[in-house]
């Protein structure tokens, strides 16, 4: 089992940036866990963002945030974060965080949480 808790979310300007954070908590190793970020908007379905490795230096992106978002963990504190730059209105979605064991789907979501790009 995974209990992942996301953080950092809240209203940002075009633009600008945002930090979210996901807590990765229930098991003794990670060592093969992999990580996402999902996004879904109003309306839209839930879209793949960003995913790592948890022990391994290979990130993958969708095109739409490549050069914007970037994905990183911290091993030691069993987190995952979801640095947003270059904010668009289009980034307005509620951001989720999830994992996958082995070549398994992605099984293990977070409460998910609200970012906003607005003037």
């Known amino acids: 089992q995974v209990q992942l808790v996301e953080s950092g979310g809240g209203l940002v300007q075009p633009g600008g940036s945002l930090r979210l954070s996901c807590a990765a908590s229930?098991?003794?190793?990670?060592?093969?866990?992999?990580m996402a970020w999902f996004r879904q908007a109003p309306g839209k379905q839930r879209e793949f963002v960003a995913g790592v490795s948890w022990y391994s230096t290979t990130s993958s992106y969708a095109d739409f945030v490549k050069g914007r978002f970037t994905i990183s963990r911290d091993n030691a504190k069993n987190m995952v974060y979801l640095q947003m730059n270059s904010a668009k209105p289009e980034d307005t979605a509620v951001y989720l965080c999830a994992a996958k064991i082995g070549d398994s789907g992605y099984d293990y979501w977070g409460q998910g949480i609200q970012v906003t790009v607005s003037s």
């Open positions: 229930g098991r003794t190793s990670f060592s093969n866990v992999r």
